[in-house]
């Protein structure tokens, strides 16, 4: 899946919005062996950024972002974006807060592109939060079931 979003995360960097990849492909990134077929990030929720992120998929080939406005993006928790790939964006995700997690965001390089993901603490202590059958199949892959 990575492979198809290399320009995608190209863009976020041009247009620097702050992001971090979450969910399922940040399991498959921290050693979680199982399959996702979209990609969720956590955005910072503010105007400035939201105009970024939508300009920034704009660029990226994603042109459902022009179907939606900054103002929308950040009433609602999450936006989804459907073209070659799918993309949800949430402003806010049980467990964690995006300032906390934007400042132990771990940079993970591609092909030669740099992206940011959620730590695998916060990740564990979001999944944790969630409490759906797959987040907690994914904390105890994490090797932190036991741990509190």
């Known amino acids: 899946m990575l492979d198809k979003l ?13 992001y971090v990849v979450i969910g399922g492909v940040a399991s498959v990134l921290h050693g979680v062996p199982r ?20 300009a920034a998929l704009l660029e ?16 609602h928790e999450i936006t989804i974006f459907k073209d070659k790939v799918r993309i949800d964006v949430q402003t806010s995700t049980p467990g964690v807060v995006f300032a906390t997690v934007w400042e132990r965001k771990v940079p993970m390089t591609f092909h030669g592109q740099t992206f940011f ?4 603490e916060d990740l564990i202590a979001s999944k944790r939060a969630a409490g759906r059958p797959v987040d907690l199949e ?7 079931e036991g741990k509190q």
């Open 6 to 18: 290399q320009n995608v995360f190209s863009s976020f960097q041009k247009h620097q919005v702050k």
């Open 35 to 54: 399959a996702t077929f979209d990609l969720d990030v956590l955005i910072e929720a503010s105007k400035d950024n939201a105009v970024r992120l939508l």
């Open 60 to 75: 990226a080939g994603l042109g459902t972002a022009g179907m939606t406005s900054p103002d929308d993006l950040l009433a």
């Open 117 to 120: 993901v959620i730590s695998k």
């Open 138 to 144: 994914d904390v105890r892959a994490l090797g932190e």
